[in-house]
């Protein structure tokens, strides 16, 4: 429905060889490049499937808001593969917005690009729609509906 060519379910597997084995499997070639959103075991399953020279654009680590620590378990990786990792924040590219704004909102008033959201009815369900964002509990968006 999204237009991937797989998708792995990571409430799925509760073990970084289990969710490796899937990652393995949906991508046969390896990866050249990721959008990091997450981190912790997805983001070393990832870096284990990196291509030689592959990308990986770091815009968030939602595994470790709750303020753990979050080591990668293979950093030699980045250096054996020649890997390139950038951070950034949207924020920082305000100038950007009007240009995106419209052409994402092109892409999903055509059906180029389909999303999801979840939405919480009224303000009292916010604190708990945030603590199942930070659980991934929702799927795609976290809204909450104020009615």
Known sequence: ELGFDACIDYKEHNDPKSFYKALK???????????ENVGGMILDAVMLRMNAF??????????????????????ALILVSRLKIE????????EVWPDAT????TMVATGAM?????????????????????KGKNFGKQLVKLI
């Open 25 to 35: 499997e949906a991508t046969p070639k390896g990866i050249d490049g990721y959008f």
């Open 54 to 75: 592959g990308r990986i654009a770091m815009c968030g680590m939602i595994a470790g808001y709750d303020g753990q620590p979050m080591p990668l378990a293979n950093p």
């Open 87 to 94: 951070g950034f924040i949207v924020s920082e590219h305000p």
């Open 102 to 105: 419209k052409e994402l909102g």
């Open 114 to 134: 389909k999303f999801r959201e979840s939405v919480a009815e009224g303000i009292a369900s916010a604190p708990e729609a945030f603590l199942g964002l930070l």
